[in-house]
């Protein structure tokens, strides 16, 4: 076993709405050790943004945070920390880089200021220090021309230099834990390539350890060790990444596998998509989430809520888990 | 010298088409240049490339929205970049679009029944209650129970049903063409699977005609019959479907399919590599070929002459001096 990094246990997040309670996160327990990825897959509203935004303490304040939910980041609980306290974690300990890099950085500041500020506020460095810090971490990310681009503002730079600058600036302080949220859902596929290649080498050089969400089953398949896959606020399936590919046991996740357009597919072929539509999380179908869409699916399935459990690393939450002949 | 002659019994006829938009001072966006692709009917072109390559401009160029600044579109023997007026609006019947996002593209004051039936009210086709029928019969066959629903609000309705409302109303006065920008990017994937799936059952039992515009080359491979890939207003490659994913021959198609990242762990990741640096600008596109100044491949042949389409196979065109023709 590796240094554990992280542990999350039983973590639970739920908003405030006119309709109800809606419980977005719903008992996510996981640990991740230092440079290993994990990688956590979900559609619209299955909670994975909202367990990172958990995680990270980033929550608004009509979040409601289950009485037993805890996030240990190296030990250090998160969960009882004043604003104070989370300030001074976020950038040296663990850091984000979001979705769409035109709203994450602030526009009227030169990108050289947005990065020098993270190392002056947590590194104590002078101005001075923390510019020529600043290029160098511009050129660690590939950005072309540091030393000019380091004085220009976020609206001179494309998409995709954006996000090398949000990536810069996510590593300033070299954080043991980084969260890639959708980080490159925003770019085009062959700037999407060179991200996803960027933050794998910045997790290696580093030792890091990172969690990347995204909605692609393609993005997690070739960059990360594990895998969780997310349904309706619960973390449904996990497993390394070849095991989750090559011997998938949860339903939902060979459906969302079946239903994915690939390049290797003849022209034409007809999709095997899911019918129906996720679940109201207000008011959740009894038992398991996914049963109303399974087509294993019994009355047996609606009864109580399937734990997460499963020999060694490979973990379901499913009474009818598919492939039980094979050995696991 | 037109590469794309040889085809007969052409529906929809793209030829030349350009589009720019004027800036300030003298200054124009070159969005399109020369584009030139004919659909027979009953096929899909799909049109693929990353952003800003035109594709979009492409796709409302030939629905006239706004017309093209040179080049000509046919639609079944009849010249849609010559119509104006009453003869525009008329020919319109026969070609309709759905956009990429499903909820802003329909109006959340109006009921699904208005939404639906607007196309008939601007046509002027039908009673309200022939209307009514006609937009049940719709939405029934776009998989909307049309009971519950004729009488509520986009905003009750998921992102997936409400472009099944979308395509209800591009297809209720049964238009020969269909041009879908981007249709199914802002859904889920197992949603997407549902859309693209009715998208296919409708082409096939409508006899359709798509133009079908995505960021998405899975996605283009599995609706389409043929595929045009374009970079920054250019054509680079077209060919039948499977041809141009298992025989690229442009180095920017090639790049761009060794980018997508398939769900497969054991897939080979290493996409093909690009001369470091960014897209060019459409306004100041560099001369000869545009892509050179990202092509591994480029020659000082490549900055001086716009390469000209050729047709390496039957029905494979491509656009680049240094083809990669084993």
Redesign the interface.
Known sequence: MGEIILDVQNQRTAFATGRGLLQAVEGVSFTLERGKTLGVVG??GSGKSVLSRSIMRLLPGTAITGPGSRVLLNGKDLTGMTEHELRRLRGPEVAIVFQDPMTSLNPVLTIGKQIAEVLVFHMGMSKRAARAKSIELLRAV?L?QPDVRVDQYPHQL????RQRVAIAIAIACEPDLLIADEPTTAL???????I??LLGRMVRERNMAMILIT?????V??RCDDVAVMYAGRIVEKAP??EL??NTRMPYTA???A?????????????????G?PPDLINPPPGCPFAPRCRFASAECQQQVPALEGQGAHQYACIKPLNTGVAA | MNAHSGEIDTFLSIDNLTVEYPLGGGKRVYAVTNFTAHVKRGETLGLVGESGCGKSSAARAVMQLPRPTGGKVTLDGQELTGLRGKALQAARRRFQMIFQDPIASLNPRQTIRDIVAAPLEIAGIGTREEQTRRVAEMLDLVGINSEQALERRPHEFSGGQCQRISIARALILEPDLLVCDEAVSALDVSVQAQVLNLLEKLKTELGLTMLFISHDLAVVKHVSDRVAVMYLGKLCELADAETIYRHPVHPYTRTLLSAVPEPDPDADRAVMELIPGELPSPVNPPSGCRFRTRCPYATELCAREVPQEREIAKGHIVACHHPLIN
Request: hydrophobic share 35%.
């Open positions: 559609e619209s590939g072309p494309s998409g995709g230099m085009d596929v062959t700037v999407q390539a060179e996803l290649d909605h692609d089953m393609g993005v398949a070739g990444v070849r590919f090559g459906a969302l596998l239903s994915i357009p690939r390049v290797t597919d003849p022209p034409h072929r007809k999709l095997d998509a899911i019918e539509r």
